[in-house]
């Protein structure tokens, strides 16, 4: 059984900061991408931005120049730096993994965490 467990949305005012975390625990050999998504009220989860066990990240458009996504693979843990939020970033945002379970599968399963939800306020 694997999970991941994501923290610290809240509330901010535009022009604000807030910092994501998640964790992932349980049964794992080896996380490749992990990612954050979110999803806004009315509209499709999207995609915000991924990276590596290596260390290569991809952002969205919207994303880019404000957001750093990092992570601490001893940690298994993924972070997302959000600053100069704007009101059309609110949304849940949700952490994805691939997670290879066992040394002896080379399977990768898809994880999602259960959302943080992060508030905007103009």
């Known amino acids: 059984q694997v999970q991941l467990v994501e923290s610290g949305g809240g509330l901010v005012q535009a022009g604000g900061s807030l910092r994501l975390s998640c964790a992932a625990s349980g049964s794992i050999f080896r996380i490749n991408v992990m990612a954050w998504y979110r999803q806004a009220p009315g509209k499709q989860r999207e995609m915000v931005a991924d990276v590596t066990s290596g260390g290569t990240t991809n952002y969205t458009d919207s994303a880019k120049g404000r957001f750093t996504i990092s992570r601490d693979n001893a940690k298994n843990t993924v972070y997302l730096q959000m600053d100069s939020l704007k009101p059309e970033d609110t949304a849940v945002y949700y952490c994805?993994?691939?997670?290879?379970?066992?040394?002896?599968?080379?399977?990768?399963?898809?994880?999602w965490g259960q959302g943080t939800l992060v508030t905007v306020s103009s």
């Open positions: 994805n993994a691939a997670i290879r379970t066992h040394w002896s599968t080379y399977k990768y399963v898809e994880v």
